[in-house]
C-alpha cells in the first residue's frame, strides 16, 4: 500500500476538484438555485443546462455537446447522475464546498459579523480571570476581526473609487471644489 501524498494526488485531479471560473460558477449556480428553493435536492439535465446558459449568457447558440461535456466533466466531484431516475445530485464535496464558499463569503462580507465578534467577546468579559479571557476569547477572534476589517477597507477603497468616477464623469459637479475633498 502507497502512502498518501497530498501534492502528488491534488497536482493530478486539482483542475477536477477545482475546475475553472465557467465550471464552478455553474455548480455555485446550482447551489444557489437550491438555497433559493427553485430546485430540489434532485434535479435534472435540463436543469443543470439552465444554470449553464446563465453561466454562458453571453454565448448566442445551444452548445449541447459541449454542455454535456461539462456535464460529464462535473460528474467526477460535483455531480452524482441517478441513471435509472435519469436525475442529478450534489456529491458530498460539492455540498460541501459550496457550503464553505457560503459561509467564508457571509462572515467575510456582512457588516455587522463584526460588532457580533466584538458583543460575543464582551460577553465573555470576566475582570476576575482577565489574563484567560484575553488567551481564549480576545485571541480567539482576533483573525476573524481582522479579516473583516480587511474587507471593510477593501469596500471602502472601492467605494471612494466608485464615487471619484462618477463624480469625474458627471459635468454638473463643481470638480475643483471636490478635489479638494480628496
Request: proline letters at 1%; hydrophobic letters at 40%; charged letters at 25%.
Amino acid at each position: 500500500m502507497s502512502v498518501f501524498n497530498l501534492y502528488n494526488e491534488i497536482e493530478q485531479e486539482l483542475h477536477f476538484l477545482l475546475p475553472k471560473r465557467g465550471m464552478m460558477l455553474i455548480v455555485f449556480h446550482l447551489y444557489h438555485r437550491m438555497k433559493e428553493h427553485e430546485l430540489e435536492r434532485t434535479f435534472t439535465e435540463e436543469d443543470i443546462k439552465k444554470s449553464i446558459r446563465v453561466v454562458h449568457s453571453h454565448l448566442k447558440t445551444e452548445q449541447n455537446e459541449q454542455w454535456n461535456q461539462v456535464i460529464r466533466v462535473l460528474q467526477k466531484y460535483f455531480l452524482w447522475r441517478d441513471v435509472e431516475q435519469g436525475t442529478y445530485c450534489f456529491r458530498a464535496y460539492a455540498q460541501q464546498l459550496c457550503e464553505g464558499v457560503e459561509k467564508v463569503l457571509y462572515d467575510t462580507f456582512s457588516p455587522t459579523q463584526i460588532e457580533k465578534y466584538f458583543k460575543y467577546i464582551q460577553n465573555l468579559l470576566d475582570v476576575n480571570d482577565f489574563e484567560g479571557w484575553y488567551q481564549t476569547a480576545f485571541n480567539g477572534y482576533v483573525g476573524k476581526v481582522s479579516l473583516q476589517i480587511s474587507t471593510l477597507d477593501c469596500q471602502v477603497v472601492a467605494a471612494v473609487a466608485d464615487f471619484k468616477n462618477k463624480i469625474s464623469a458627471d459635468e454638473s459637479y463643481d470638480v475643483v471644489v471636490l478635489k479638494g475633498i480628496f
